[in-house]
């Protein structure tokens, strides 16, 4: 148990764990499905978290926090040496399917794109004003969705770091999926 309320849950790619993690004072944890056994110690993060995630192959898991978000070895849920730093809060990462590249969004305005496992800065993506809360890989892995808190989406091209279409749903978008974009 955390002795804090929970703020995000995930499942890893094979759905027989979960990570938890607690906002104030932050704090993760994994767990076993469908037993719900803690599979590690509870960790605490360098600040409050706000989200964490497993690569598609479950080695990998990203603890988001308010500066950024730690690359973390899930067997050991022992953090490693890779930092992802930004500006502001980080609100969010997302796996692109092949978990080669990692998105993170912030309140800074922008959405990092990091070569994963080296956590190598691709491109930053730059939204101008207002906190990018979400970010989603289309399942070919070509375009990243962000969405910010506004409620405007962009749809960039992850190979060139550039939009690939003008913003959407400007001021109406709540949450975000990805599909296939059309080329």
Same mark, same amino acid.
């Given at each position: 148990?955390?002795?804090?309320?929970?703020?995000?849950?995930?499942?890893?790619?094979?759905?027989?764990?979960?990570?938890?993690?607690?906002?104030?004072?932050?704090?993760?944890?994994?767990?076993?499905?469908?037993?719900?056994?803690?599979?590690?110690?509870?960790?605490?993060?360098?600040?409050?978290?706000?989200?964490?995630?497993?690569?598609?192959?479950?080695?990998?898991?990203?603890?988001?926090?308010?500066?950024?978000?730690?690359?973390?070895?899930?067997?050991?849920?022992?953090?490693?040496?890779?930092?992802?730093?930004?500006?502001?809060?980080?609100?969010?990462?997302? +796996?692109? %399917? *092949? /978990?080669?590249? &990692?998105?993170?969004?912030? $309140? !800074?305005? =922008? @959405? #990092?794109?990091?070569?994963?496992?080296?956590?190598?800065?691709?491109?930053?993506?730059?939204?101008?004003?207002?906190?990018?809360?979400?970010?989603? +890989?289309? %399942? *070919? /892995?070509?375009? &990243?969705?962000?969405?910010? $808190? !506004?409620? =405007? @989406? #962009?749809?960039?091209?992850?190979?060139?770091?550039?939009?690939?279409?003008?913003?959407?749903?400007?001021?109406?978008?709540?949450?975000?999926?990805?599909?296939?974009?059309?080329?």
């Amino acid at each position: 148990q955390h002795s804090r309320a929970v703020v995000t849950i995930n499942f890893s790619a094979d759905s027989r764990r979960i990570v938890t993690a607690t906002g104030s004072r932050g704090a993760w944890r994994v767990w076993s499905v469908p037993e719900g056994k803690p599979l590690s110690v509870s960790r605490q993060a360098r600040t409050s978290t706000t989200f964490g995630v497993f690569n598609p192959d479950g080695s990998l898991l990203i603890i988001t926090d308010n500066e950024g978000a730690q690359v973390v070895e899930a067997a050991s849920n022992y953090p490693v040496k890779v930092e992802l730093n930004h500006a502001g809060p980080c609100n969010y990462a997302a +796996f692109s %399917p *092949d /978990g080669r590249l &990692l998105a993170t969004t912030s $309140s !800074d305005a =922008t @959405a #990092r794109l990091w070569e994963m496992p080296s956590g190598k800065l691709r491109s930053t993506l730059s939204h101008g004003a207002g906190a990018v809360r979400q970010a989603r +890989f289309t %399942p *070919d /892995g070509r375009h &990243l969705l962000t969405h910010t $808190s !506004d409620g =405007t @989406a #962009r749809v960039w091209d992850v190979r060139t770091g550039r939009l690939a279409q003008e913003p959407v749903g400007t001021g109406h978008v709540g949450r975000i999926a990805a599909g296939r974009v059309p080329v």
